[in-house]
């Protein structure tokens, strides 16, 4: 099983004031920034910052945003299908594809193949209910349902 662990990063935008907002940057130009940021939980807004009101901009690598987005995902879901593995895997190694220079790239190669794995056991008849594999022969034994 593949469990992704880590800190989920975001653009970073410092305020004179001391303020300092955290989201994604959706628009910059010379004289400002624009940025989608959690106001609260589940709860974002757009902010529009002159530029002479800001002390530094941190932007988050496009490789992060990424892999954040992929593993939102991992741990699979219980009762996912083989066309669920199978979007999972293809947005996988498009990760691959695209961040191939990363670091994060082996994590994502040793994700499909983790993936894959999974996706043999679905295909053989086996299924995961709640976190934990069950054989197909177990399963039609003991009638789950």
Known sequence: MFVFAGLVSADAVKLK???VLKGNILAENADSITIEYEVSSGIKDEKTIPRDQ??????EDPADKAWA???K?????????????DTLIDRANGFIRTHASSIKA???RRLVESLREERNRVAKGDMKLEGTWIAADQYQREKFW
């Open 106 to 108: 082996g994590q994502a």
């Open 17 to 19: 004031n001391g303020e």
């Open 69 to 71: 987005e992929l593993t």
């Open 54 to 59: 800001i002390i530094s901009v941190a932007k």
């Open 73 to 85: 995902s991992i741990p699979t879901a219980d009762l996912l299908g083989l066309a669920d593995y």
